[in-house]
């Protein structure tokens, strides 16, 4: 079974709106990390927000924050104020706690954000 | 800049060669992973090394090996190259092995196989 889904498709968004990127994950474990990165066409993999599984707040780094719903086992990604230079790949990705030391990032397929200017 | 080096960005070889990517981690990270990202297969974990040893293997084929060196860097060697080993290869490090510490990837080395 898949661990990570990421089922939309290509998504666009106009500049300086706010775009949500869905992403649900499926864990039997009490404890687990979920992360999302940025892939733009140069290639590297962009490291842009954490939340763990025990975390009470949404976590917030800048125009990006986290709708975690963890009742429904989903982590949208909300990149706020769309600049053209978030035309990407995003990839939602996730740790589990109980494998200890193992503990690997297993990734989604990932989504496509295109910003129109 | 995630602190992650790998080299090189780009290998052109043929196949049934054999290649050697190289990765150093970020300062104190202990932790180093190799992925493998194909347009068919998606982010495939490959193994991982914690501190020189072996914690964990993914889809690695038995023609691919690795190792993490006392200085924490790690190669990832590929041998009889076939076709589809072509993609791009990423590093990455964490300065922890739990849950809650993140990855930070390199840019990746792109293999093209001929």
């Known amino acids: 079974a898949q661990k990570i889904t990421q089922t939309q498709p290509g998504m666009f968004v106009q500049e300086k709106e706010a775009v949500t990127l869905d992403c649900t994950y499926d864990?039997?474990?009490?404890?687990?990390?979920l992360f999302w990165y940025k892939q733009p066409s140069s290639g590297e993999m962009i490291f842009l927000i954490y939340?763990?599984?025990?975390?009470?707040q949404n976590a917030t780094e800048g125009r990006y924050s986290l709708n975690f719903q963890k009742a429904r086992k989903s982590a949208n990604l909300v990149i706020s104020a769309s600049q053209l230079g978030d035309s990407a790949m995003y990839f939602c990705?996730?740790?589990?706690?109980?494998?200890?030391?193992?503990?690997?990032?297993?990734f989604g397929k990932g989504i496509t954000l295109s910003v129109r200017p | 800049d995630s602190g992650v080096t790998q080299t090189p960005k780009h290998l052109i070889t043929a196949t049934g060669q054999r290649v050697t990517l190289r990765c150093s981690p970020r300062?104190?990270?202990?932790?180093v992973y190799w992925y493998q990202q194909s347009l068919d297969q998606g982010l495939q974990f490959l193994i991982q090394?914690?501190?020189?040893?072996?914690?964990a293997k993914g889809n690695i084929l038995e023609r691919f090996s690795a190792q993490q060196f006392p200085d924490l860097h790690s190669e990832l060697n590929l041998s009889s190259l076939e076709l589809g080993d072509s993609a791009l290869y990423f590093c990455a490090s964490s300065v922890g092995i739990t849950y809650n510490s993140p990855l930070h990837f390199g840019n990746g080395t792109r293999l093209t196989v001929t």
């Open positions: 300062s104190g990270d202990l932790s």
């Open positions: 939340q763990g599984s025990y975390d009470q």
């Open positions: 990705a996730m740790r589990e706690g109980t494998t200890g030391a193992n503990s690997k990032l297993t």
């Open positions: 864990t039997s474990d009490p404890s687990y990390g």
């Open positions: 090394y914690y501190n020189g040893e072996e914690r």
